[in-house]
């Protein structure tokens, strides 16, 4: 079972990560890095049109770029190790996951990781107002939990009661409310923040929807495999 676990994690996280993060350099490290411009005062305006005085970095843009892929794919491969474990704890009671099914757990993981808490706490860029980043972190951790276990009552819950606390357990942690600055400003047009934040959003569902497949598909591939192996 282990190694079932561990090697359909791998293949899954490896796969998801390396397509989420050529995602993440084609769509949202340029809105990133635009904004990464008004922060550091790099980007002025002359009668309407922007001056830029950023320098090409070279070697220093491919490292940074490289790291992040790393990083993505690390990321990616440690969300799939908690997806497939949760696959094969719920297989135990009879679920069996394929690609197909994978997709909905793929959802449901980014619906508990990043639309939950972006609810309240919405993906930010460099330059905006933002409360503490430890009492953001104190905050999102007990909101990614609440929701993975809501999304677990939905899928499994058998009565009502059980619905119904996954719907409190959805909304308790915006009710109590996120970290917010005590003054929202900055130098980064709301324009670009928005941008940044939807295409934040649309990349993760893609990712997950991604990991979710591959999770399913090699965890059904891993299993017919070792159902063969037991049967020689």
């Known amino acids: 079972m282990f190694t079932r676990i561990a090697v359909s994690a791998l293949f899954a996280g490896s796969a998801a990560g390396l397509i989420a993060s050529l995602l993440q350099l084609i769509f949202v490290q340029p809105v990133l890095l635009h904004a990464e411009l008004y922060e550091s005062g790099e980007l002025v305006h002359f009668g309407g049109e922007a001056i830029s005085a950023v320098q090409d970095l070279g070697g220093i843009e491919v490292m940074r770029d490289a ?5 993505t794919i690390m990321i990616y491969t440690a969300y799939a190790f908690i997806l497939i474990a949760a696959i094969a704890y719920s297989e135990e009671t009879g679920n069996k996951v394929d690609a197909r099914q994978g997709i909905i757990w793929g959802v449901a993981g980014f619906i508990a990781v990043h639309l939950a808490p972006g609810f309240s706490l919405a993906p930010e860029v460099p330059g905006v107002a933002a409360a503490d ?8 951790f007990p909101t990614v939990i609440a929701a993975a276990v809501a999304m677990w009552l939905i899928a499994f819950g058998k009565n009502w009661m059980m619905w119904g606390l996954a719907c409190i357990l959805l909304i308790a942690p915006h009710l109590i409310g996120a970290p917010e600055p005590s003054v929202f400003e900055g130098p980064v047009p709301t324009e670009i923040g928005a941008l940044f934040a939807a295409r934040a959003f649309g990349v993760g569902l893609a990712a997950w929807v991604l990991t979710g497949f591959f999770a399913g598909y090699f965890w059904h591939k891993e299993g017919l495999r070792e159902g063969e192996v037991a049967a020689s």
């Open 133 to 140: 980043v430890y009492a953001r972190q104190i905050w999102w």
């Open 67 to 71: 790291l992040s892929i790393a990083f």
